[in-house]
């Protein structure tokens, strides 16, 4: 049977990449597939995180999914520590991978840095960990932003391996699905870096919780070049941040890239830009609005997630027993 797992960092400063790259596709499979989502909260602590902040990001990542759409009681919503299976099975997967495999990932090597001796060892682990998130469900299918593309290969590495070592067709070898025209939403400050969490600018990012004024304010000083918008696709070729906002536009419009040129090629970006300003204020502000109301409904989010954990459980464990049958553990 056909499963979805996808996940997001509890970080704080959830953005549109993060809404149209993922969060946006996640709501549109929930009609045809089997779905489980998940916070990620095991993965956040990969880099140092503050526990109140932590407490409270859980919390709003779960909002933020709710009230973009995804239904708690038709599909599974919950935070990744409430399930053990998943850093048991990491500890598995730990021992399958290869040190080789790990030390390819472009990930690590950006979040690292310079620093590298530095870095947490479950940062270095952590595609281990989320090959875990998606096998403890067997699931064969997962929605994400380009960004996790090599991770998935890892987990599809990881699957082949321990079928293969064990002499068993367990795992299924899953399927990313990267969907839409904004699988890599870049930032509003530097077209050729991705919109990111992270990026210490907040300038250089929408985030799900800016209010009307300050997206406005966001989009009006996005970098731009001095030409005018082309009339086709091909006029963005070497134009990253006309690309981007194009992309943003014609994503949150469900329209084609040409589409979006054969309307406004020929404009200015000043013009663009405020139609811009009018659909992403347009498309985020119900979520906002909602988003802030049930992040305030702390006893609601805690029991979703809880029920949430519960159903991952129910799902996860007996395919964790089985794991450790095969990997010749005793079963309780
Ligand atoms: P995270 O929390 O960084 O991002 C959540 C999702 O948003 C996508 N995304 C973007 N898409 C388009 N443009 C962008 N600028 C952009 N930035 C982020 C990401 O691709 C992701 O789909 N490792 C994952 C979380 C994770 C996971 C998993 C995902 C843990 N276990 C298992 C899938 C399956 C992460 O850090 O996502």
Redesign the pocket.
């Known amino acids: 049977m056909d499963r979805i ?5 509890p ?1 704080g400063n959830l953005h549109l ?2 809404y ?3 969060i946006r596709n996640w709501v549109a499979l929930q009609k045809d597939f089997e779905c489980v989502f ?1 916070v ?1 909260d095991l ?1 956040a602590i990969t880099v140092w995180q503050d526990p109140q902040e932590l407490r409270s990001n859980i919390r709003e990542l779960a909002a933020s999914m709710i009230a973009s759409g995804i239904d708690p009681q038709k599909h599974v919503l919950f935070n990744q520590s409430q399930v053990s299976a998943h850093a048991e099975l990491a500890w598995i997967f730990n021992c399958v991978a290869r040190i080789g495999w790990l030390n390819r990932m472009t990930q690590f090597k950006e979040k690292a840095g310079k620093n590298r001796e530095n870095a947490s060892l479950g940062l270095y682990a952590y595609p281990s ?2 090959a875990a ?2 096998l403890a469900y067997k699931a064969t299918h ?7 593309k090599q ?1 998935l290969e890892l987990t599809r590495d990881i699957a082949i391996k321990f079928n293969n070592d064990f002499g068993v067709d367990f795992f299924p070898t899953p399927e990313p699905l990267i969907l839409g025209p ?5 930032s509003l400050r530097e077209g050729t870096k ?4 992270s990026d210490t600018s907040d300038m250089s990012r929408l985030n799900m919780t800016d209010d009307a004024d300050t997206l406005s304010r966001k989009i009006r000083k996005a970098k731009t070049d001095a030409e005018p918008l082309p009339s086709e696709a091909a006029g963005l070729e070497g134009r990253p941040e006309a690309r981007n906002l194009v992309t943003i536009y014609a994503a949150l419009m469900d329209q084609g890239v040409d589409a979006v040129l054969s309307e406004h090629g020929g404009t200015q970006f000043s013009g663009f830009k405020q139609a811009l300003t009018d659909v992403v204020v347009d498309k985020l502000a119900p979520i906002t609005t909602e988003m802030a109301r049930l992040k305030n409904d702390i006893p609601y989010i805690d029991s979703v997630l809880s029920k949430g954990a519960d159903r991952a459980d129910a799902i996860a464990q007996p395919i964790l027993r089985e794991v450790k049958e095969i990997v010749g553990f005793l079963n309780r």
Do not use: W, Y
């Open positions: 797992f996808s996940g997001a960092q970080t990449g993060n149209l790259g993922a998940c990620v993965h960990l989320m998130d998606i997962v929605p994400v932003g380009e960004d996790q991770h904004a699988t890599r939403v870049m991705k919109m990111s969490k």
